[in-house]
């Protein structure tokens, strides 16, 4: 399996526009989640999704962001408009169900390489 | 007070020393324990996890739970220079619905010189 993948890579644009992140979760995880890193405040999660419907989205900062799981192979991210102050990296993570791979342990999220967006 | 605190460093050390690092958190609810390891640009990778107080062991790696202090450390023995990254404690509850959520520290930045 390639992992999860997630493009663009990096992103550069500039306050007001609309921004899309995309991923593409590791085949047969059933769990998706979104975070976002920043030096400020580390890794936070936005919003996870569990069998393609959002479970908790406290994580998402303002009506400005909103996220999709139209089916188990794809997820998206989107921010319109976007801010300076929206500029980190985001992170794609998966994983199967509770316990699986780990045993007896929780469940391990796969990250992806992230996506660095950068709003002038 | 934040769930989950953990001291950013960065931390600088020789090559063959033994490093120590350090999260505490206030919600007794957590139940793992893990440890990610995160390379410049790229995504965190698990690397250990525990699930009640005492040690672990994984070849040069400790990984130390204390429930009554909420207190849990990493220990690196005989650190090389490829154990120079960021290393980012998380800890998880099963919620209601019986799915999990990790809580993050923002990571400790760690360069062993050669």
């Known amino acids: 399996d390639a992992g999860v993948i997630q493009s663009p890579r990096h992103e550069v644009t500039e306050m007001g526009q609309e921004v899309t992140l995309r991923c593409k979760p590791i085949?047969?995880?059933?769990?998706l989640f979104w975070y976002r890193q920043t030096m400020m405040r580390g890794l936070e999660l936005l919003i996870y999704?569990?069998?393609?419907?959002?479970?908790?989205d406290s994580g998402m900062p303002e009506d400005r962001f909103s996220a999709k799981m139209p089916n188990a192979s794809f997820s998206t991210l989107k921010i319109q408009p976007s801010e300076p102050r929206d500029s980190a990296v985001y992170f794609c993570a998966t994983s199967g169900p509770r316990g699986d791979g780990l045993a007896g342990g929780p469940s391990e999220q796969f990250f992806g390489p992230g996506t660095r967006l950068t709003v002038l | 007070q934040k769930e989950v605190e953990q001291d950013p460093g960065p931390l600088s050390v020789p090559e063959g020393a033994i490093v120590s690092l350090n999260c505490t958190y206030s919600?007794?609810?957590?139940?793992?324990f893990m440890w990610y390891r995160q390379y410049s640009r790229k995504g965190p990778e698990l690397l250990m996890y525990?699930?009640?107080?005492g040690n672990k062991e994984d070849g040069r790696f400790t990984a130390q739970v204390d429930k009554s202090s909420k207190y849990i450390s990493l220990f690196i023995r005989d650190s090389q220079p490829s154990d120079s990254a960021t290393y980012l404690c998380?800890?998880?509850?099963?919620?209601?619905?019986?799915?999990?959520?990790?809580?993050f520290g923002k990571g400790t930045k760690l360069t062993v010189n050669p």
């Open positions: 525990t699930y009640s107080s």
């Open positions: 919600n007794s609810a957590f139940q793992y």
């Open positions: 999704f569990n069998n393609n419907v959002p479970i908790d």
């Open positions: 998380a800890m998880s509850a099963i919620t209601q619905g019986g799915s999990e959520k990790l809580v």
């Open positions: 085949s047969g995880h059933d769990y």
